[in-house]
């Protein structure tokens, strides 16, 4: 018996779940894609909105590669932890894209949620790699972790970009109106 045996249902139900999002993520960019865009807002999306695509591909990605029909934990263990030191480095490009944008300063929960649990989730993806030869049960488990991990900060930055664009993109230009 695999090591991977038992986990099919799990990533049926987080990689559908982070498939649907991704198509979700898409119709809001639709709907608000004949909105005029100032300055700045370019850059502010490509930190604030992309990674909530990335994670939820990822965490897709993921659920692919576990539910392969792989002999053992070995191969598999070798591309989660490529996907975790990737993950890791687009972090890295995310923080600094953070500092970069000029349309919003972010405040520690956009820190926290674009930054910091994004690094914790791809650095215990990486570092469960290291450990599943040896320990296959409990890096499972770090990996399921680290799945579930970005897919709820996913929701979470997708969730927080779309009632900024509601409530504070959506009153100037209520407020602009009245002006008129």
Known sequence: MSPLDGWANFYVIV???????????????TLIANRPVAQG???AGAAFSTPSVVHFGVVLLLSAVVNAPWGGVGA??????????GGVVYTVVVA???????????????????????LA??????GSAFEARSY???????????ALLLL??????????????VYVMGRGKREAKRKR
């Open 41 to 43: 807002e370019a850059q």
């Open 76 to 85: 598999v263990s070798v591309l989660w932890g490529l996907v975790g030191l």
């Open 15 to 29: 990689g559908s779940s982070a498939g649907a999002l991704i198509g979700l993520q898409f119709v809001v960019i």
């Open 152 to 165: 709820f900060v996913g929701i979470h930055n997708a969730w927080d970009a779309v009632t900024h664009l």
């Open 121 to 126: 989730a791809y650095a215990v993806l990486a």
């Open 96 to 118: 600094r894209r953070l500092r970069a944008q000029t349309a919003y300063r972010p405040v520690f929960e956009d820190w926290l949620f674009h930054v910091l649990l994004p």
């Open 136 to 146: 296959a049960r409990p890096a499972l488990f770090l990996v399921g972790a680290a």
